[in-house]
Each structure stands twice: as C-alpha cells, then as structure tokens.
C-alpha cells in the first residue's frame, strides 16, 4: 500500500499570500495524484488532476506540480472562500490512498 | 449538474447491519465506476470498495472484506453498500464517489456530502 505523507496538517494564511501544501508517496506514483478541496457539509470538489492540470471551471490561482513521489499544491495570492480542507489522493496503486489532509484557515 | 446523494446513515450495535444508498443525478450513471470512501473522526479518508459501470469484479478494501458488499442499479441510478457484522472501528462519514472512467480506477472526479454511520452500544 502507498503512503501519502501530507503536511502540514493546519496552516493559518492572510489573503493575498502564497500557500503550498506537500502530499510525498512511499512509492514512486508518476503523476497519479490528484487534489480536492473540501468545506464543511459539503461535497468534495475535484481542483487538480493529474498532478499538475487544472480541473477546468477551478480559479487559476490554484496550481500543483511535482511527479513520482513529491507533489505540491500551490494557491497563489489566496482568498477567504479558499479556507477549506485539503487532501490528496494516488490512484497509481491498489488500494487508492490518501493524505491525511490539510486544513487551511484564513486570518 | 453532477449531484451524489448519500442517505442510510445512523446509529447501530456493535454486530449490527446497515444499508447505505447513494442516488445519482446529472450523468450517465451505468457509464461509470463508482466508490464508497469513508472518514473515521480526526482520521485521514480511507477507500472502501469500488465497483464497474456493470457491476462485475467489486474491490474491496481489507479492512471490510466479507463484511461488506457493494452493489448498483442502474435502473434506479442508485449506488449502495450493505454493511454487516459491524464494528466500533467502522464509525465514520460514508462518502460515495465517481470514477472518471467505466472500470474502477479511483480516479474520482465527483463526491458527495456523506453519511454518518456510528457504531456504538
């Protein structure tokens, strides 16, 4: 089973600033990661694909890089509607597996 | 608009069964594969099963093999998991999610807002 390593697990950002959150795999994974943000008592919303493309309709300040077993999800210049909960996911392997989530406050 | 609905949550003993639905809206739901995810309190999110556009070859995850089975009808646009012989480790948020493609991939591109299944005498 593959180990995603996501951290950090709370951060606290002023809008405008630049946010990355880290997700590293035991495993090399190629670029089968994706991310999603997630708000309370809502449904998951699907932001990055792939590692790195956009999911289209998601606001471009989000970004994500990385490919094996480092990735990373930037958000540039970050707004208030961007606090939310965090988390990557691998599909490279069987069992799919998870980071354990970042949640993300603004001040 | 992609629209999963999860419903069947509550509260159960230890030993106990549950049956969780999921109602699907806003695509061509025999089109694609689709997964129960769940989320234990303070803990990370966990894949439970997943199944095929037709229902062939369920996965499930270890931790609930020959407990639970995950099922579909497509007629009905419905996704469900029958729990049984249920344990306090299985409380959780039951989130069901879509596959990108027909064959189960884990490569989920839609949720829902989950289901609160707690197991406690």
């Known amino acids: 089973e593959t180990t995603l390593t996501q951290s950090p697990a709370f951060m606290s950002a002023t809008p405008g600033d630049k946010v990355n959150i880290s997700c590293k795999a035991s495993q090399d994974i190629d670029d089968d990661m994706n991310w999603y943000q997630q708000k309370p008592g809502e449904a998951a919303i699907f932001i990055i694909q792939e590692a790195t493309t956009l999911v289209p309709g998601i606001p471009p300040r989000f970004s994500g890089s990385g490919f094996g077993t480092d990735f990373t999800l930037t958000i540039n210049n970050i707004d208030s509607e961007d606090a939310a909960y965090y988390f990557c996911?691998?599909?490279?392997?069987?069992?799919?597996?998870f980071g354990q989530g970042t949640k993300v406050e603004i001040k | 608009e992609v629209q999963l609905l999860e419903s069947g949550g509550g509260l159960v003993q230890p030993g106990g069964s549950l049956r969780l639905s999921c109602a699907a809206s806003g695509f061509t739901f025999s089109s694609y594969a689709m997964s129960w995810v769940r989320q234990a309190p303070g803990k990370g999110l966990e894949w439970v099963s997943g199944?095929?556009?037709?229902?062939?070859?369920?996965s499930y995850a270890d931790s609930v093999k020959g407990r639970f089975t995950i099922s579909r009808d497509n007629s009905r646009n419905a996704l469900f998991l029958q729990m049984n012989s249920l344990r306090a480790e299985d409380t959780a948020v039951y989130y069901c999610a879509k596959d990108r493609v027909d064959q189960v991939e884990n490569n989920f591109d839609y949720w829902g807002q989950g289901t609160l299944v707690t197991v406690s005498s």
């Open positions: 996911l691998q599909h490279d392997t069987f069992p799919p597996t």
């Open positions: 199944i095929n556009n037709n229902g062939d070859s369920p």
